[in-house]
């Protein structure tokens, strides 16, 4: 019986919580990696923001959850969390001039770059224009700040230490639109290429989601 995707991911996640909990120390864990460490009674949790969502993180079960709607977040976001919880204790250097890069500047993102394109900036090429005309929707659900790149420009906090940017180059008369994806050049130091993969695809996803018609 062949394993499916979700299920290696599930095993993944599993691996990486054992190896957080190995750590056994959750002071340190939230230090390195800009979280809230809360003791409530006995409750422990860590807090912090993740695409503008308050999120709980549990101890020891390293379970993330939405803090308003109390829903169980998916797999994918629970990948994403506990790869940053577990590189943020390997104590990986970050580099300390902050720069943005695209998906093939990162640990072997120049393979894998052409499908991550396909499936994120080419996406939101084709709805360039309703993302500048629906930018303040864009901008009250993911807390996006302009920056001066391209026609226009965002960039949207992810995690503590994990940037996100959309480019845009608005069609004109000898080109069509075209969007990129960049990441604070840190964050390597917190989640592996393929994370970074996931993040970008969720990214696009909610900007496009923003969109009226």
């Not at 979280?35 to 006995?42: P, Q, R, S």
């Not at 001039?97 to 080419?122: M, P």
Request: proline share 3%; aromatic share 14%.
């Amino acid at each position: 019986m062949s394993i499916t995707s979700d299920q290696m991911l599930l095993n993944k996640v599993s691996w990486l919580k054992l190896q957080i909990i190995q750590f056994n120390d959750p002071d340190n864990l939230a230090a390195l990696a800009g979280l809230d460490f809360i003791c409530k009674g006995t409750e422990q949790f860590f807090e912090f923001d993740y695409f503008n969502h308050k999120i709980k993180l549990t101890y020891p079960e390293l379970t993330a959850i939405d803090y308003c709607s109390k829903e169980v977040l998916s797999v994918g976001n629970q990948a994403v969390i506990n790869y940053y919880c577990y590189h943020s204790i390997l104590s990986i250097p970050i580099p300390l001039q902050y720069e943005w890069i695209s998906f093939s500047d990162l640990i072997d993102g120049r393979i894998y770059n052409t499908a991550f394109q396909g499936y994120t900036g080419d996406l939101l090429a084709i709805q360039s224009k309703k993302i500048v005309n629906n930018f303040n929707n864009i901008q009250s659900a993911l807390r996006t700040e302009l920056m001066d790149f391209g026609d226009f420009s965002f960039q949207s906090t992810v995690l503590p230490n994990i940037s996100i940017a959309l480019v845009i180059w608005l069609e004109d008369e000898e080109f069509p639109a075209s969007c990129r994806l960049l990441f604070n050049n840190a964050i390597n130091s917190f989640l592996p290429t393929d994370a970074c993969a996931i993040i970008g695809s969720m990214f696009t996803h909610k900007v496009l989601q923003q969109l009226k018609e």
